[in-house]
């Protein structure tokens, strides 16, 4: 079993930054990626960002620029810096992992998700 908690949403003003982390833990043997997608009310799930083992990343058109991703292998963590927020980057920001647990098996692992909302 893995689980993966994310902390770090609220509310900012336009403009603004946030820091997102998530942490995974469990029977982790090991991970490759882990990323950061978000949901907008009455749309679907998209893909933010990703950062893979080695550390090469990947970045949605909407958010290069303004977002950078990191993690740290040894602590099975992942995080997502969030500069110049816009109001159209509200919505709700899920963790990502997929992971190679304990007893060889590779699933893709959610976390419960953390509210970003951008207003004045």
């Known amino acids: 079993q893995v689980q993966l908690v994310e902390s770090g949403g609220g509310l900012v003003q336009p403009g603004g930054s946030l820091r997102l982390s998530c942490a995974a833990s469990g029977s982790i043997f090991s991970i490759n990626t882990m990323g950061w997608y978000r949901q907008a009310p009455g749309k679907q799930r998209e893909l933010v960002a990703r950062?893979?083992?080695?550390?090469?990343?990947w970045y949605g058109n909407s958010v290069k620029g303004r977002f950078t991703i990191s993690r740290d292998n040894a602590k099975n963590t992942v995080r997502l810096q969030m500069n110049s927020l816009k109001p159209e980057d509200t919505a709700v920001y899920y963790c990502?992992?997929?992971?190679?647990?304990?007893?060889?098996?590779?699933?893709?692992?959610w976390g419960q998700g953390t509210q970003v909302t951008v207003s004045s």
């Open positions: 990502n992992a997929h992971v190679t647990t304990s007893s060889v098996e590779t699933t893709d692992y």
């Open positions: 950062i893979f083992s080695a550390g090469s990343t």
